[in-house]
């Protein structure tokens, strides 16, 4: 639990106790008289105290004028903390000829910080003037030192800029509002430009993190999203840790900063609380964090990305629509134009598909409807001196899962087997399944406040509580989505409906259902091809390399040659063992000819390159000395190929009224078939969460109320 100190304003400001225990408690205090805003204050500076205050020596509060017409009230006296200061200064009056620190000495400068409402800070500047640089070297140096004692702020920082984030001026934000803080602050600030999607994940490789105290980005959710992935892919790799379906990853001990300068900056608003890139700079100067659960993202036992926020259905079609109308020229109108297009009658429509889900431990009651505030009570804290490497996730393993290739099923489809199970094997399983159409479905592990929903797409969603919500809008009208839309833009409650279910879960399976009546020609199949990538799946979940012509015994270590079995037909290659590593063929001479006639198939058979090849008749364009084409040959094989590209489009027609795509932290993802896993506390990010004041103004999409 977080203390709050209040300033004169009534603003609640964290306090953190304990955090910097004071060495200097035996130094001296230093008095000398400087000028602030043209009067005369002792200055003192106490490191004993912490602090450093300043008194009019003429003990008037000392009016000066500001402007033409304007006069402004001076501070008779002052105290500022020194954990409030986020650097000095000497301040010099140089030529254009003269370089850094050279010049004239006029004062020090201290760059500090106030609260300027809940969630915001802002920087403050005081000048204090003094002709003697000893005198002003003295302070510095002691302010300076003082500052580097406390362990929490960072001295190194490794920052990606991404230039084409939101309106392309993240650069020009860095440059003109964030520079100079961090100069003031002493902090080694090692920047990159990002050049490519690929660049964080290529850089971060050779990255050697030890080097660096933080790791940071200027741009928006997309950015943050791949930062995380590669920075924790980075920890994951330097602990020998393998990305796998059902890992248990290691904290990632550096944390990570954001400045927002994207068009959607969910990750950010979720644990700043705003979307001021001062604030957010001063935040990572302070060192103020706060842990965030990460979700694990895997595709068929491939890891995929870790991720926040990821929706399905409506969210990945407005997505979807979104990307291709900004690439128009529609700008920030892109986003109200995709949702209009979301909701119209050609594209809104439900996707049927199967869940399986690991329910959480539920909350006490007085706690199901708290949102997520800085110090709140669900966020379960994380002792640093006290944790290990890896997260202490306990996820209860089942009697039967569904979607795991290691118990029933290699490709998700042993849902179907669930029914024939006996009752008390069901009621033993921790598992449940919810199988149906549905409009949107929501995986939050993140509150995600954004614009359109300032309470957060899933209000009470927590940062740190080792859990993740479920969403599911099941069947309901078009005037009654568009409700539960416009409640994301209020402070009423979205998930208060009776068509919204809520889960708090750990673990989810997603798959989508194709109905039994669709079907279509695919001429890109190939059915030797797809049972030997099933065989070589099995044989790879048993440990056997493609390469070896011996099996290895997990028990005692000892191999044996596997016995030889011939594939008669494409149907026998179903019932090999799962320790048959290729079918015993008969070798060919180079110009291709084969023997062993006397098998029942002679149409399968290997090169001497270990490629299977089926040479049964198939239509295949002969060229070359071999066969030269008429003229009915070609227009044969033109309208052949006019047919398939019909073909091809109808496929991909009624495929994209079946299936959509994954929206993962406003990015598409276009695999559908995926299992998430959430880890509690994985990422410590800079920011405190939103402060237990905050006050949301109503911010609907301007678009629904237009929508009939």
């Not at 702020?153 to 934000?173: E, F, V």
């Not at 103020?288 to 926040?308: E, N």
């Not at 119209?344 to 706690?367: G, H, N, T």
């Not at 306990?394 to 118990?407: A, D, G, K, L, Y």
Request: hydrophobic content about 30%; some cysteine.
């Amino acid at each position: 639990m977080v203390d709050y100190t209040y300033s004169d304003d009534g603003m609640p400001i964290p306090k953190h106790t304990g955090a910097f225990a004071n060495p200097f408690a035996s130094e001296e205090d230093v008095t000398n008289i400087f000028d602030i805003r043209e009067d005369g204050f002792d200055v003192t500076l106490s490191l004993a105290n912490g602090n450093i205050s300043w008194v009019s020596v003429s003990g008037n509060k000392g009016v000066r004028s500001k402007g033409l017409f304007k006069k402004k009230k001076g501070v008779a006296e002052e105290v500022l903390p020194l954990e409030d200061i986020l650097g000095v200064k000497i301040k010099r009056r140089k030529t254009t000829a003269q370089h850094e620190g050279e010049g004239m000495c006029q004062g020090f400068t201290i760059y500090a910080f106030q609260v300027f409402g809940p969630n915001n800070l802002k920087e403050r500047i005081i000048e204090l003037e003094h002709p003697s640089e000893k005198i002003c070297k003295e302070y510095c140096e002691k302010i300076t030192d003082y500052l580097d004692a406390i362990k929490d702020r960072p001295k190194s920082m490794k920052l990606y800029i991404q230039s084409h984030a939101g309106p392309h001026n993240s650069n020009n934000i860095y440059k003109q509002k964030i520079q100079h803080l961090f100069e003031a602050a002493n902090l080694i600030v090692d920047s990159t430009e990002i050049q490519h999607n690929e660049y964080v994940k290529q850089e971060m490789i050779h990255l050697e993190l030890d080097q660096y105290d933080c790791i940071c980005c200027v741009g928006g959710d997309g950015t943050v999203s791949k930062l995380t992935t590669a920075l924790l892919n980075k920890i994951q790799a330097n602990k020998h840790i393998d990305l796998k379906n059902g890992l248990t990853p290691a904290r990632c001990h550096i944390p990570l900063g954001i400045i927002p300068t994207g068009t959607t900056n969910q990750a950010a608003k979720s644990v700043l609380g705003q979307l001021d890139p001062v604030s957010a700079a001063i935040n990572i100067i302070l060192g103020r964090t706060a842990a965030v659960d990460v979700v694990s993202i895997f595709h068929k036992d491939k890891f995929l990305q870790w991720g926040f926020i990821c929706q399905y259905g409506f969210a990945g079609n407005v997505l979807k629509l979104a990307k291709k109308y900004n690439r128009v020229g529609l700008g920030s109108k892109g986003l109200d134009a995709a949702v209009v297009k979301a909701l119209s009658k050609s594209k809104f429509r439900m996707y049927e598909c199967d869940i399986e889900y690991l329910p959480a431990d539920p909350l006490p009651v007085e706690q199901n409807y708290n949102v997520c505030r800085t110090g709140c009570d669900v966020c379960v804290p994380i002792d640093a001196s006290k944790q290990d490497d890896n997260t202490s996730d306990v996820v209860e393993e089942c009697i039967v899962q569904p979607f795991n290739s290691s118990s029933n099923s290699n490709d998700f489809n042993s849902l179907s087997d669930t029914e024939n199970l006996s009752e008390e094997v069901l009621e033993d399983n921790p598992w449940k399944a919810s199988k149906g159409s549905y409009y949107h479905v929501g995986l939050y592990c993140i509150p995600g406040n954004c614009e359109v929903a300032p309470e957060g797409l899933s209000k009470f969603t927590h940062l740190s509580d080792g859990a993740m919500e479920l969403v599911l809008v099941k069947d309901c009208s078009r005037r009654d989505f568009i409700r539960y839309l416009k409640r994301h833009g209020n402070h009423k409650n979205q998930l208060d409906f009776p068509f919204v279910e809520v889960h708090r879960v750990k673990e989810v399976r997603f798959k989508p259902r194709y109905p039994m009546g669709w079907n279509y020609n695919d001429t890109k199949y190939n059915e030797v091809e797809d049972r030997m990538k099933s065989i070589k799946h099995r044989m790879s979940i048993q440990g056997i390399k493609s390469g070896d012509a011996f099996i290895i015994d997990g028990e005692n270590g000892s191999t044996h040659t596997p016995s030889p079995r011939r594939a008669d037909s494409v149907e026998d290659l179903d019932d090999l063992d799962d320790t048959d590593e290729d079918d015993e063929v008969d070798d060919v001479s180079p110009t291709g000819s084969r023997t062993g006639s006397e098998h029942k198939n002679n149409n399968i058979y290997k090169r001497q390159d270990n490629v299977l090849v089926n040479s049964a008749p198939q239509d295949q364009r002969l060229v070359g000395l071999q066969y030269r084409q008429t003229f009915a040959d070609e227009e044969r094989w033109r309208r052949k190929k006019k047919v398939l590209k019909k073909e091809e489009k109808k496929r991909i027609k009624e495929e994209s009224k079946i299936q959509t795509v994954w929206n993962i932290d406003n990015e598409i993802c276009d695999d559908t078939l995926l299992s998430f896993r959430v880890h509690h506390g994985l990422l410590s990010v800079y920011g405190v969460g939103l402060s237990p004041d905050t006050v949301f103004i109503n911010s609907p999409l301007s678009c629904l109320p237009l929508i009939n």
